[in-house]
């Protein structure tokens, strides 16, 4: 069966959103994990601090404690080692770190700074965890507090530098998957535009000949090669417009209002008679913006002849332009009394092969935004549409300044 170009284009979009969850669920998995893992990390230091807070009450109470004491320096040595910092305060509420803490004091340190800094990092202890208490004599105990150790404060921080890093990821390659179709695409579009104006070229001047042969022979009517003439001149604008995609087109400072009103004026004349043209110019004779004629009809006649379509032929459009004070920006609203869109087509309309029809590319409405906003800096959207009451599409435009 054959595929759409929609179909192949909504597949693409598919396997880029399947991409994007399956680097969240991995993400989400070692998030899980890293914290299993540092919950574990965390109870066996608390097991390490608080059989080292036994040792110490051990060494304290017991007469007999060479061996002990042995085992309280292996213990300790182990506590350093995992880089615990501890601070045993004992009855007398007098303060003592451990190595770990020692380690980071600044040199030639005073006794008073010592103290200050051994201070502040009791008060962090205390919100960190429940001390372990050291039971000295009846009526005497000491307590140990601590904190986690600088390896295990990473692997705290680490799930979320982690998800972090693959989110960032996963958006870089959504930016390199979409510039390379975006660019694809471009290749796609230039190529058959020149092709199309390149293969329209040996026809055209066949044409032009046959217009001379009409008119110098007497026995056909004049307004035969005429109107002829009239397509033919009609077919090198076509032929212009598309040599233009890919290349830099040439722009004019050129009055919005008498080209989109001449445009109009030249459609109405080919479409239904049954649809109905009005146009609400709000503009000043004088204002003008930077615009490609050729192309910007081109937009224009395609967003008139998607709305003739929607309407089946019968019903109105109305052109509307304007420019609110302050905003240096040209307005210009198509709308038409068509079978209007859904939420769904409205946010694919542009989309390269969609169409709502069931003869069509899909390609028309697609140029139209490039050329509005590739080349004349603007902006090409839907700005409302409601199904059986029409659609109306908005064209912005940069406004050259009117002086005073």
């Not at 694919?348 to 050329?371: D, E, H, M, V, Y």
Request: charged share 20%.
């Amino acid at each position: 069966m054959k595929r759409s170009m929609t179909d192949v284009y909504d597949q693409k979009i598919f396997l880029k959103y399947m991409i994007g969850v399956i680097l969240v669920l991995l993400s989400i998995g070692s998030l899980f994990y890293t914290n299993n893992l540092v919950d574990k990390l965390e109870e066996r230091e608390e097991r390490e601090v608080t059989l080292y807070a036994e040792l110490l009450r051990t060494l304290t109470t017991t007469d007999n404690n060479e061996n002990v004491n042995v085992i309280f320096t292996v213990i300790q040595e182990a506590v350093d080692f995992y880089q615990i910092p501890t601070i045993y305060v004992d009855e007398n509420n007098t303060n003592r770190a451990n190595q770990t803490i020692e380690r980071e004091y600044p040199p030639n340190i005073t006794p008073q700074q010592r103290e200050k800094i051994i201070d502040e990092q009791l008060a962090i202890m205390k919100q960190e965890h429940t001390p372990i208490p050291v039971e000295l004599a009846p009526g005497k105990t000491g307590y140990i507090y601590y904190s986690n150790s600088f390896l295990l404060t990473q692997l705290r921080y680490y799930p979320a530098i982690q998800l972090s890093v693959m989110l960032l990821i996963g958006y870089l390659a959504y930016l390199a998957f979409s510039s390379a179709r975006k660019a694809e695409q471009n290749r796609v579009w230039v190529g058959l535009a020149k092709e199309t104006a390149h293969q329209l070229g040996t026809p055209l001047s066949s044409l032009m000949a046959w217009v001379e042969y009409f008119r110098s022979d007497p026995n056909i009517e004049p307004y035969i090669a005429e109107e002829i003439e009239k397509d033919v001149i009609r077919l090198e604008m076509i032929t212009t417009r598309f040599s233009n995609i890919g290349s830099v087109p040439t722009m004019k400072e050129e009055p919005v209002a008498e080209i989109v009103i001449d445009f109009i004026t030249y459609l109405q004349k080919r479409v239904s008679s049954k649809v109905n043209f009005t146009v609400d110019n709000q503009l000043a004779p004088e204002q003008t913006t930077s615009l490609n004629k050729n192309l910007f009809e081109w937009v224009v006649e395609n967003i008139c002849k998607n709305a003739v379509d929607a309407m089946g032929g019968i019903g109105d459009i109305n052109v509307t332009l304007q420019s609110p004070p302050n905003t240096n920006q040209i307005l210009i609203d198509i709308s038409d009394t068509g079978k209007g869109m859904t939420k769904v087509n409205m946010s694919k309309i542009f989309n390269p092969g969609f169409s709502t029809k069931k003869r069509g590319w899909g390609l028309g409405l697609t140029l139209a935004k490039r050329i509005i906003e590739n080349y004349h800096s603007g902006k090409l959207f839907v700005k409302s549409s409601e199904l059986g009451k029409g659609t109306t599409f908005r064209i912005i435009l940069p406004a050259q300044v009117i002086e005073d």
